[in-house]
């Protein structure tokens, strides 16, 4: 997830933390590297997507839903897509780190590299490209929901073709997680899952040190 979704999605709720618990510090960072949980002595880490280290202790807390997104006047031009098939030639707002851009991947195990003229790191810039008819982009739902209901943007999205998206605490295995960090963690958890059915209603990432 590039920083700037996990500041979107998580900023309001690491914020709503610090209203709920004043007693409590925290000290947060919003990364897009890989932070190793040990060396960088974190508490907890929250990541999305799969996250497979035997040292590790992984806790699901929520799946964010991700969806395809366009502006009418994109559509309007372009068509409508039906299929996963239609986007090989439809014009993306891409996001790309170093160069290298991201496969779109589809529940069915099909992949895409899309194609466009829009190449960014910055999540919030995918989607301002977005809405301004530049291109498709693939941005988390909980993000766009207020676009989307709207009809500033169009979910294009073929019906079942995105899997969700992990969202996760991690913390070092064998190491005593703190009652604060719990709290932390269950806290998160909650409000990622109100977001995600929130946003389906009608109408790595951060990470954390107390």
Not at 99 to 111: C, E, P, V, W
């Amino acid at each position: 997830m590039p920083v700037e979704m996990s500041e979107l999605f998580l900023g309001a709720i690491f914020t709503k933390f610090a209203e709920e618990y004043p007693d409590l510090t925290l000290d947060i960072g919003l990364t897009d590297r890989f932070v190793d949980i040990i060396r960088d002595d974190y508490d907890v880490v929250f990541r999305v997507g799969e996250v497979v280290q035997p040292d590790l202790v992984v806790r699901h807390l929520a799946d964010l839903d991700m969806v395809l997104v366009a502006a009418p006047s994109l559509l309007s031009k372009w068509g409508v897509p039906r299929t996963i098939h239609d986007f090989q030639s439809m014009p993306f707002a891409r996001y790309s780190v170093g160069g290298r851009t991201a496969h779109i991947a589809f529940a069915d195990g099909s992949k895409i590299l899309p194609t466009g003229r829009i190449d960014c790191d910055s999540g919030i810039a995918l989607h301002s490209a977005a809405r301004h008819g530049l291109g498709v982009a693939l941005l988390l739902r909980c993000v766009v929901a207020d676009d989307l209901d709207s009809g500033i943007l169009i979910d294009v999205t073929p019906s079942g073709a995105l899997k969700p998206m992990r969202f996760s605490a991690v913390h070092a295995l064998g190491r005593t997680v703190p009652s604060r960090v719990k709290l932390l963690s269950d806290f998160v958890a909650l409000e990622a899952q109100k977001l995600s059915i929130r946003a389906q209603s009608p109408g790595d990432a951060a990470a954390a040190r107390d």
